[in-house]
């Protein structure tokens, strides 16, 4: 692994009149990128896994899908909160229509528009279930997400 160096640019006052220099210093953060690396592995994992309990789980194939795309990036900091081609709907909690048809079942090639009416989401799976399943991970664990990346990552 490549050491990377942050170069910090200080101005540094040595008078009472205000009168200073530019001083360079060279910081090595490189012994700091593996625990930052496990510490985003961490979180993206642990965002998944806290959305679980909120996502739309009938047959299980969408939540399936999602989390393993989730997976195949994890440490990236990214989490695929919804996969296509149902995540787009399935996340707005909003029936979705073909314009032109006013149909749910859309012409190939059409864009959907989303129109007032809520979605009903079966719960005998997951009787947590809502729309916008991350806000609602986050509203409920993002502080222990927070602790757990401060300790992780050496700031505690």
């Given at each position: ?6 170069i ?19 910081v090595d ?18 965002v ?24 195949a990036?994890?440490?990236?900091g990214?989490?695929?909160a ?5 995540g ?6 909003k029936?979705?229509v ?17 129109t ?5 989401y ?8 809502t729309?916008?399943?991350f806000?609602?991970a ?16 050496g700031?505690?």
């Amino acid at each position: 692994m490549a050491k990377r160096k942050m170069i910090a640019k200080v101005r540094y006052n040595y008078s009472a009149k205000g009168k200073g220099q530019d001083i360079e210093l060279d910081v090595d953060l490189s012994r700091f990128e593996k625990q930052y690396g496990k510490a985003q592995y961490m979180l993206d994992s642990m965002v998944m896994a806290s959305m679980k309990p909120y996502m739309p789980h009938r047959t299980g194939v969408f939540r399936n899908v999602t989390e393993a795309m989730s997976d195949a990036i994890a440490g990236s900091g990214t989490v695929i909160a919804a996969a296509p081609p149902f995540g787009r709907f399935l996340y707005e909690g909003k029936v979705m229509v073909d314009p032109v048809t006013n149909s749910p079942w859309a012409r190939p090639g059409a864009k959907k528009i989303v129109t007032d009416k809520d979605l009903e989401y079966d719960k005998s799976h997951n009787p947590k279930v809502t729309d916008h399943w991350f806000d609602e991970a986050k509203k409920n664990h993002g502080k222990s997400w927070i602790n757990a990346v401060k300790k992780e990552a050496g700031g505690g």
